[in-house]
């Protein structure tokens, strides 16, 4: 069962990316919802909402945790913001917002995520970059020599939309992951 943050955001498109890829998808509004969850997305919206939602649910603690216990987590967009050390606090990374500028300013790049695969198809809305990252953080790419992609254990965050243009490797990623530490792999 793979959770998708549905506080704010997009998150009906990547409930719809997991399911074609054959996953079991529970939408997470409350910590009830995160019971029996195998891992997570925390998709795109609005940060500063969606961290109202969290706290008005009670959701960061029982968040943390699961990121804790191991369990594969994507952040997109937002969900890059949510996980860094001034939100959520999974990732050790700051994060600038909106750090390519506003909606005028969106735009589609290819990347090559090291580990995810080369020529992914990125879509960049009002998207943060990390401005700050942590030794135990990989970067995977950058725009500018700006890092727009980071993993950290299980946990890979990007700044872009994967869920909007028919990109799935990312979500293969997680879900890969995701059987990987059910069956004791190794971290790819």
Known sequence: ???VLAIQGDFE?????????GADVREVRTPADLDGIAGLVIPGGESTTMTL???REGLAEPLRELAATG???????AGMIMLDRGHLGVLDIATERNAFGR???SFEAQLDLDGVGDGVEAIFIRAPWA???GDGVDVLAAVDDHPVAVRQGDVLAVSFHPELNGETRLHS?????????QTGG???
Do not use: S, Y
């Not at 498109?13 to 890829?21: D, I, Q, S, Y």
């Not at 369990?71 to 967009?77: E, F, K, N, R, Y």
């Open 1 to 3: 069962m793979v959770g």
């Open 13 to 21: 498109a990547h409930r719809t990316v997991l399911e074609g890829l």
């Open 53 to 55: 939602g969290i706290e």
């Open 71 to 77: 369990a594969p987590v994507l952040g997109t967009c």
């Open 103 to 105: 909606q005028v300013h």
């Open 131 to 133: 401005r700050d990252v």
């Open 173 to 181: 990623w997680l879900l890969a992951r995701i059987a990987a530490t």
């Open 186 to 188: 190794e971290a790819k």
